[in-house]
């Protein structure tokens, strides 16, 4: 059987791989894995860390020079002790920087931890809306505000740095202009040129410190933003106690929607059942479907030894190319993942489709 199973699942994956079709509803994959191997796309899901910058931003020492008694050489001393002044801020900006990284990190790992606790709980069972699992939650939804606070933060960071990189500009154009003043010593024109190169590779690291703030932004942003919809799924599961009675859960680990007598009566026009008996949605990085998956798959064959698998990849309607090869990707692992359970090949078919209301990838398991 075994050796069937092996037979049809490659047959699928050539006959996929040579179909090439578009991505329209119902359509079947034109090919499983696309670019990306299997090592790849778990690679890609291992780390579910925030990931922000690392570099260390500390200035260059300012070259000492000595008093010329000339009016340019005033200009120097006044010059020098500006460019000291923007290098101190520098340093002030870097210094709150790591603070704000080191809390991120910080908060994520507290995060994971409880939400780690949560679900652990939720794939052994508990009660319906019990409150020490609702506590649990408000600890991550704390920890989640930490990390908003942490993005305000890195926000009103970047607000100085721009400021004070424009005056950087602004210290050049005056450096640069003292060149035309009359009554200037040999020594005055040494002393600004040294000036120039140290307020230039001061005016670099304001830049590169600036763009390092808006990726550290940015990615903080996205992760608040998966972070807040996976707890709007871990409360669904909490009030029912389990992952089984709920339709999907996004997030760290995928949900079985078990048949009823009335869903598992209800057909749609392609053949299998209105409900899908499993979800995966895969809006996070590390998703753990294989529990929830197994304990569907085995839940319907008790019921129905000779039941047919429709494996569908949802992929929102407005998403890009790459979003929807994600998607198929995912719709694979979890067609190989019943392969190994031991469904065979022949009982299982893949497709594709777009959803209006999808805001991530998706993959839903019917029976036919």
């Known amino acids: 059987m075994k050796k069937v199973s092996s037979r049809l699942f490659m047959s699928i994956i050539s006959v996929l791989?040579?179909?090439?079709?578009?991505?329209?509803?119902?359509?079947?994959?034109?090919?499983?894995?696309g670019s990306?191997?299997?090592?790849?796309?778990a690679a890609s899901s291992s780390a579910p860390l925030p990931e922000l910058g690392t570099t260390n931003f500390e200035p260059l020492e300012i070259t000492e020079g000595g008093n010329t008694g000339t009016f340019v050489?005033?200009?120097?001393?006044?010059?020098?002790?500006?460019?000291?002044?923007?290098?101190?801020?520098?340093?002030?900006?870097?210094?709150?920087?790591?603070?704000?990284?080191?809390?991120?990190?910080?908060?994520?790992?507290?995060?994971?931890?409880?939400?780690?606790?949560?679900?652990?709980?939720?794939?052994?069972?508990?009660?319906?809306?019990?409150?020490?699992?609702?506590?649990?939650?408000?600890?991550?939804?704390?920890n989640i505000q930490v990390m908003s606070a942490n993005t305000n933060a890195l926000n009103q960071l970047a607000a100085k740095v721009n400021s004070d990189a424009a005056m950087t500009t602004y210290l050049l154009d005056s450096i640069k202009a003292a060149y035309g003043v009359s009554g200037a010593v040999d020594e005055d024109h040494?002393?600004?040129?040294?000036?120039?190169?140290?307020?230039?590779?001061?005016?670099?690291?304001?830049?590169?410190?600036?763009?390092?703030?808006?990726n550290d932004i940015l990615r903080q942003q996205q992760y608040v933003e998966t972070a807040r919809n996976n707890i709007v799924d871990l409360n669904s599961a909490i009030k029912v106690g389990s992952y089984n009675s709920v339709g999907y859960f996004g997030g760290a680990s995928a949900v079985p929607t078990m048949m009823s007598g009335a869903s598992s009566g209800a057909k749609k026009a392609g053949g299998y059942s209105s409900s899908p008996l499993f979800v995966a949605k895969f809006n996070k990085q590390d998703v753990r479907f294989q529990d929830g998956l197994k304990q569907a798959v085995s839940h319907a064959i008790q019921k129905k030894p000779n039941v047919m698998f429709e494996v569908v990849s949802i992929s929102p309607a407005r998403g890009s190319q790459l979003t929807k090869n994600n998607a198929q990707n995912n719709a694979a692992m979890v067609f190989q993942e019943m392969i190994n359970m031991g469904v065979g090949a022949d009982k299982i078919s893949l497709s594709a489709r777009t959803s209006n209301t999808a805001t991530a990838s998706e993959v839903h398991v019917y029976v036919k």
């Open 17 to 33: 791989g040579i179909s090439g079709c578009s991505y329209t509803s119902d359509a079947i994959f034109p090919s499983l894995f």
């Open 73 to 142: 050489g005033q200009k120097v001393i006044g010059f020098r002790n500006e460019l000291t002044q923007l290098q101190d801020s520098i340093r002030k900006y870097n210094d709150e920087l790591q603070k704000i990284r080191t809390s991120v990190i910080n908060n994520a790992l507290q995060y994971h931890k409880v939400i780690g606790a949560i679900e652990a709980k939720l794939q052994v069972g508990t009660t319906p809306g019990n409150p020490q699992m609702y506590a649990m939650l408000q600890s991550a939804q704390n």
């Open 36 to 41: 990306d191997s299997q090592e790849e796309i």
């Open 190 to 214: 040494r002393q600004l040129r040294i000036l120039e190169n140290e307020t230039n590779q001061t005016a670099i690291l304001f830049n590169s410190l600036s763009a390092e703030l808006n």
